[in-house]
């Protein structure tokens, strides 16, 4: 069942990278599922980022990314600077889910443009 999850989260991947020409912005959602641990799941994430992320076409952002530029801007505020760093924000974001109907196992990809 994992081995097929990664084929065909690989095949996304793969489908993302010939459409696009330009580099674009890609967050990845937290994974949910009915059946799957935590640790399951962030194992998931952190193949499927690095499936992205070898392709070279995209740049990945995550919430520990978004919340350090937020911090950083904060931070530049506070001390009074009037330049402030642009925020990555997505082009795209990837939500997956996993469930269990019966004997079978249902996966939703989304791929939902920002």
């Not at 950083?72 to 925020?87: C, D, K, R």
């Amino acid at each position: 069942m994992k081995r097929k999850l990664v084929i065909v989260l690989m095949l996304l991947v793969s489908m993302c990278y010939f459409a696009q020409e330009q580099q674009f912005v890609i967050k990845i959602a937290k994974f949910t599922s009915d059946i799957l641990s935590n640790e399951e799941l962030t194992t998931l994430e952190k193949i499927v980022a690095s499936y992205v992320a070898e392709l070279g076409k995209f740049r990945i952002i995550d919430a520990n990314g978004q919340e350090m530029a937020l911090k950083e801007i904060e931070n530049s505020l506070a001390i009074g600077n009037t330049v402030l760093p642009q925020l990555l924000s997505p082009h795209y974001v990837i939500t997956l889910h996993i469930g269990k109907l019966n004997e079978a196992y249902a996966i939703t990809i989304d791929i939902v443009k920002t």
